[in-house]
């Protein structure tokens, strides 16, 4: 770690200021998380509920096992290698008894990605025009030929969730090597695969045939890479981190948060090093490789099928509906309610005219916030609880639907996927887990944020996407990777800590 006194004085107040912005918004959703649990049923209505008892029982559970963690000898570790591959095979054996015990069948947007890519093998372009999904929504287009590239291997409908099983290997492996490259520690590597291992909304993900899983590894690839670079200038690693964000970018537009964050992450870097312009070469890269790819991409499509995929859903539609304060009666609090879609067609698919409305909209939305503080506060308040608390990210909602004629052929799926009693000791299960990762990647901040600079970029990352669905459209579904990547840091702070248990345990038998 640079000595903070060699430091200029931009980069202290850089980092201080990111501190404090990071301490509050982790300590905040901590806090939320604490109080207060979500539910989304199958028809997508969120509940809000108060989960004190349950979290303090999860937090004693917490404390037991760090003061467990602590004392365990050495000796007990296995190698990590080892480790990984038994966790692999767990993993192996319970996606292959998901996978080849549901229907194959899709819905919603992801079925309309899916027989878009079917077509445009095909031929056929007729679901990319203007007045048709991925017209509008043409910066799906990426993930469309993700799809079609996947369908190359097999129309099967199993074909796609065994692409997603692997990219889900694939993140289990950077996100240790990300805590190995970080801290290397051998404890917070097994941790921190423990608990990515035991992160079940990702498992469940494997279903979900809609670009968040490969985005997610190529995220991943370009953070990893983006840490190896700051660490040896490697050419090769600036590349490797360039395209791996404009593939992370293509297959989902959020991804341009995580983009953002490894750029700020670079930048910081080059008011601290030496070779500045190395790093400065490095920030230049991603954007222009990051936005010539997407823009090229949708240059060979728009000339292979005639169609105009410039002209995307206008960005003021999708704030108009998160800040929205009568948005919530449909779902949740800034949730999707049609706004987009409805507005797009009263314009009869102008965008310019649309994104007028959708402004307007906006400065409506501020005026009435500004108006009324305490509808807001209760508006705003309930859309953080709605997106952040939701321990199982909408992963079960997101899988098969019975009365969407998606089934699964076992007691087991059925209880999880019909809201049995396997489907409610789930979502205390992922509860087990996600809580204890908000709690240490808060303690992280607080206590051994000195102890590594790397923190940076990911807490970055959790910024930019906590204050982008603050006035987005929002699910829970969309920042589980924000929760995913704080999985090194949460371990790291596991076993620091775990370490002044054991201590003061010692010191306190010696005494006796």
């Avoid at 309309?112 to 890519?117: C, F, I």
């Avoid at 056929?124 to 910066?139: I, L, R, S, W």
């Avoid at 941790?191 to 979900?208: H, K, R």
């Avoid at 052929?409 to 979502?427: C, M, P, V």
């Amino acid at each position: 770690m640079p000595d903070l006194r060699k430091r200029s004085w931009i980069s202290r107040l850089c980092n201080g200021g990111l501190l404090v912005i990071a301490c509050g918004i982790c300590a905040g959703l901590l806090l939320l998380n604490i109080c207060f649990r979500t539910h989304i049923s199958q028809k997508e209505v969120v509940t809000v509920q108060v989960s004190l008892l349950r979290s303090a029982a999860i937090l004693v559970l917490t404390a037991v096992a760090v003061v467990v963690a602590g004392l365990l000898p050495q000796k007990l570790q296995i190698p990590e290698k080892k480790c990984f591959l038994i966790w692999t095979a767990i993993y192996t054996v319970m996606a292959l008894y998901l996978i080849l015990n549901v229907d194959t069948t899709l819905r919603d947007d992801a079925k309309l990605v899916h027989l878009a890519a079917l077509d445009f093998l095909d031929g056929n372009y007729d679901k990319m025009a203007p007045d048709h999904y991925m017209g509008y929504y043409p910066y799906q287009t990426g993930l469309m030929l993700y799809d079609a590239l996947v369908y190359r291997f097999g129309k099967n409908g199993v074909t796609p969730f065994l692409a997603n099983f692997c990219f889900v290997l694939g993140i289990q492996y950077l996100i240790w090597q990300i805590a190995d490259t970080v801290f290397q520690s051998r404890p917070v590597n097994l941790v921190t695969m423990g608990l990515s291992f035991a992160f079940l909304p990702q498992f469940f993900f494997i279903l979900f045939v809609y670009g968040t899983i490969p985005g997610l590894f190529f995220m991943l690839l370009a953070f990893y890479n983006g840490l190896r670079f700051s660490r040896t200038g490697s050419w090769r690693r600036m590349l490797v981190t360039a395209l791996s964000c404009g593939a992370a970018v293509i297959l989902r537009k959020n991804n341009l948060i995580g983009m953002i964050a490894l750029v700020i992450f670079l930048f910081l870097r080059a008011l601290e090093k030496e070779r500045k312009g190395r790093f400065l070469t490095a920030v230049c890269l991603t954007v222009l490789c990051t936005m010539v790819i997407n823009q090229q991409l949708l240059s060979a499509v728009e000339a292979k099928t005639g169609q105009n995929l410039h002209d995307s859903m206008p960005s003021s539609l999708f704030i108009a509906m998160g800040t929205d304060l009568d948005n919530n009666q449909v779902r949740g609090p800034g949730w999707y309610n049609r706004y987009t879609i409805d507005t797009l067609k009263s314009c009869d698919y102008d965008r310019e005219a649309a994104a007028k409305i959708g402004w307007q909209k906006v400065a409506e939305n501020l005026k009435d916030t500004i108006e009324n503080p305490a509808r807001a506060f209760r508006f705003y308040g309930k859309k953080l609880v709605s997106t952040w608390c939701d321990s199982q990210f909408q992963s079960i909602w997101s899988g098969p639907m019975e009365r969407m004629e998606q089934y699964v052929h076992t007691r087991l799926l059925r209880s999880i996927y019909q809201e049995g009693i396997a489907d409610k000791l789930l979502n205390l299960v992922c509860k087990c887990v996600v809580l204890p990762i908000w709690l240490f990647a808060s303690v992280f901040l607080l206590v051994f944020h000195r102890k590594n600079r790397d923190w940076e970029l990911f807490y970055l990352y959790l910024i930019g996407g906590a204050l982008f669905h603050f006035i987005w459209e929002t699910k829970s579904q969309y920042v589980y990777p924000y929760v995913f990547c704080l999985i090194p840091f949460a371990a790291f702070a596991f076993v620091q800590t775990a370490r002044k248990c054991a201590g003061i345990v010692r010191r306190f038998r010696r005494k006796k």
